[in-house]
T-cell receptor, first 113, second 111 residues
């Protein structure tokens, strides 16, 4: 089955700096890669996603890049703010024709004011 | 407002008891999912259902059971056979596209 590795497990940045979280996946047939943000005591919320026919996608201060050859994708948050502090999960579909997700283990991001 | 409602938010259980976690959605989604979250372990799939009256085991189904009698409801029963049930349980739904909408979660503690 699909295996998703996520790094780092914890990340601290100064307010205003950028944060980058990286994930690798094992199944070359995976074609959908979402990112979720989970605030303390709440359920995860989809913040951005990318499909395998696209290399990069941006939404205001967040962006996701995908390298299909290397089988890795990354979340970039610019101009970080204290409200960006949360746990971030990457995920990948099991393979072609499937939308069942396998999740990474999460990155706890702390933005220091 | 459309969304997913999980209840109860907190639940305490004695060893040997079965408990049922409720999940209701009014998003008209076809697919519903149950995930278990443990510290440092990410989200692991317990069961999922793509249509009414049909469901499949996920990666960690042992000790759990589900039903899908209505499109909007997907309750999860944690049975006494689950050896380590203390965890945060998340219900989710989607149109089968992978874009999951999650509930607020239910925290189960075994005393």
């Amino acid at each position: 089955g699909e295996n998703v590795e996520q790094h780092p497990s914890t990340l601290s940045v100064q307010e205003g700096d950028s944060a980058v979280i990286k994930c690798t996946y094992s199944d070359s047939a995976s074609n959908y890669f979402p990112w979720y943000k989970q605030e303390l005591g709440k359920g995860p919320q989809l913040i951005i996603d990318i499909r395998s026919n696209v290399g990069e996608k941006k939404d205001q201060r967040i962006a996701v890049t995908l390298n299909k050859t290397a089988k890795h994708f990354s979340l970039h948050i610019t101009e970080t703010q204290p409200e960006d502090s949360a746990v971030y999960f990457c995920a990948a579909t099991l393979g072609a024709g499937s939308y069942q997700l396998t999740f990474g283990k999460g990155t706890k991001l702390s933005v220091i004011p | 407002d459309g969304g997913i409602t999980q209840s109860p938010k907190y639940l305490f259980r004695k060893e040997g008891q079965n408990v049922t976690l409720s999940c209701e959605q009014n998003l008209n989604h076809d697919a519903m999912y149950w995930y278990r979250q443990d510290p440092g372990q990410g989200l692991r799939l317990i069961y999922y259902s793509q249509i009414v009256n049909d469901f499949q085991k996920g990666d960690i189904a042992e000790g759990y059971s589900v039903s899908r009698e209505k499109k909007e409801s997907f309750p999860l029963t944690v049975t006494s056979a689950q050896k380590n049930p203390t965890a945060f349980y998340l219900c989710a739904s989607d149109w089968g596209t992978g874009e999951l909408f999650f509930g607020e979660g239910s925290r189960l503690t075994v005393l």
